[in-house]
């Protein structure tokens, strides 16, 4: 695919090459922020709003000039506890905890 590009692969499922800076930029305009973070609020003591949108990466740590743009948007830090886990472990907790509420 070609930069800026946007393709639907399944009905409601769409793929788009974007910046992360520019994508992070567009869902900070209608979702609150959170990126997870081993020292940041744990999640239960978090209170979300209407539309929130966790932000999730791999096992190599985001720059630190990335998390200072994410703080400039207003995302906040949260944790799921002490251990580092899956992305995919990390989903599944934040929906157990959302579905909680």
């Given at each position: 695919?070609?930069?800026?590009?946007?393709?639907?692969?399944?009905?409601?499922?769409?793929?788009?090459?974007?910046a992360f800076e520019r994508l992070v930029q567009e869902l900070a305009a209608g979702h609150q922020l959170f990126v997870m973070d081993p020292k940041g609020t744990p999640i239960r003591e978090q209170p979300f709003q209407d539309n929130p949108c966790f932000l999730l990466t791999d096992h190599i740590p985001m720059p630190k000039k990335s998390f200072n743009s994410l703080e400039r948007l207003g995302a906040k830090k949260l944790t799921l506890g002490?251990?580092?886990?899956f992305a995919s472990q990390c989903v599944v907790l934040i929906h157990h905890e959302l579905d909680q509420r």
């Open positions: 695919m070609a930069k800026e590009e946007a393709r639907e692969v399944e009905s409601g499922v769409g793929v788009r090459t974007v002490s251990k580092m886990l």
